[in-house]
């Protein structure tokens, strides 16, 4: 069970990761074509909306970075619905050790032995199994 849950922590760090980058890498085109935008179109046309247009929809590239844009968000969309999906695993397995942590070290001794298992979960996994909450 502790194995389960170890895997479903880093499948979730996976995603988190996956989608952390594809919004960088986005946020870093979109702000890259922001600034070609003014600097190559908007200020030699003087912000006039026909010329603007012109120069916007003339050149393939433009259209290009514009779909790059469009399918960095998409993709960082699916990761971040993979990330969620993932996460609430995690979380309702956590959980579920949690609240049976009481039949799987039933004997007194043993609850001792949870209290080392819990701390090691904590220390090399960052896994919190202490208690429920996030």
Known sequence: MLNNLVEKKRKFEKYKLKCFRAQFVTFILLMGFIAYLYVFIIKPTGGQADAFFHLLFDGEMNIF?????????????????????????????RCEVIRKSAELWPQPTQWQNRHEVFKMMKSEFDINLFHESK
């Not at 514009?66 to 397995?93: C, M, R, S, W």
């Open 65 to 93: 970075f514009v779909l790059l844009i469009v399918g960095g968000y998409a993709t960082a969309q699916y990761f971040k619905k993979k990330e969620d999906k993932a996460e609430t695993e995690y979380q309702n397995l």
